[in-house]
């Protein structure tokens, strides 16, 4: 590695084409090795190689610089340059986004896949930009189900009583409510401490992110309830943004979309595969969940997203095949 930065330099300076540097600072939720560090390092490599080396990152994974309110907040201050996070509290800070965490609303990873990267989805990175962050791409963290340490969910009813981390989002919490359970909303980096000592019962998130951050160790039952698709979002400061040349902008747009399509592959491989790991890991993995129990339920919700986002925008988004 090292020897292969040297010798770069010197093949720089050789050509007498030394230009400066700048190195960004990319933050996740999780690990290196997570759907979220390896979209980030492809998306790295990309830039890096489009911008011949003039632009660099050093990533810092597992929260290492907050949690994903703050991390949004510091990419907006220009004190972070990159994010990589879930839209869970992105809808504080550009509150339209919150039209695609309403639970239910995506049939299948094709279907949410379609949204995000078609008309809806690009009209909401137009949104971010407004909000004095730059959406560069849609990423992914995936569809969510419910961990807990209490029994196994088959139903909504089961699920009813049960104490329940969630992310900061009042349009998954006014959902969660109907399905009977208590959500508590935290940052993620207090989650795994939480869920050990028992301040709550369970929590939810992706399979990607229950292997990665190693959920088995604490949570005995998973059950795929699929209850919301949870998008993620490479998020850049506008001030490096406004810096570059228009080639460079498409370079860093171009590594975002390469970027965003090998995050969404761990995704799938971590579907494939992260069953059986967990079940390995000790967890009961319950699959045949009554989806229909909590759709029922969640249907009451519906009229006050109705309400916020516009039946006919929710409408749209279902309708897309
Ligand atoms: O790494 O806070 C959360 O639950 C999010 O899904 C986050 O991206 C987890």
Known sequence: MRFAHIATAAALCLTGAVQAQTVLKIGYSNSINSHY???????????????????????????ALGGEREMIEAVQLGTQDLVNASTGA????????????IPFLFRDYDHA??????????????????????????????????????????????????????????????GYKTFGILPTPMAW????????????????NPIPVILSAKLAQVQKHLS??????????????????????????????????VGAAVQRKKVNDDEANGIAELRKDGMEVIENVDGESFRKAVSAA????AKEFGADRIAAIQAVK
Not at 137 to 163: C, Q
Not at 189 to 204: I, K, N, R, S, W
Not at 238 to 250: H, Y
Request: net charge positive.
């Open 189 to 204: 980096p207090e989650v795994f401490t939480a869920l050990q000592q028992g301040t709550v019962d369970g929590q939810e």
């Open 113 to 174: 896949r379609k949204v995000m990267d078609g008309p809806v989805g690009q009209d909401l990175l137009k949104k971010i930009s407004a909000k004095g962050l730059i959406g560069l791409a849609w990423t992914e963290n995936g569809f969510r189900h419910m961990t807990n340490s209490k029994r196994a969910i088959h139903t909504a009813s089961d699920a009813a009583g049960l104490k329940m981390r969630t992310m900061e989002n009042k349009v998954h919490m006014d």
């Open 37 to 63: 560090g390896l979209g980030s390092v492809a998306f790295c490599d990309a830039v890096e190689k489009g911008t011949a080396g003039r632009y660099k990152c050093q990533q810092f994974p597992n929260a």
């Open 302 to 305: 519906y009229p006050g997203y």
């Open 90 to 101: 992105l809808g504080n800070f550009v509150p339209e986004v919150k039209i695609v965490d």
């Open 224 to 257: 795929l309830t699929k209850h919301v698709y949870s998008p993620s979002v490479l998020l850049l400061s506008p001030g490096i943004w406004n810096k570059l040349s228009d080639a460079d902008k498409k370079v860093f747009q171009d590594a975002a979309r």
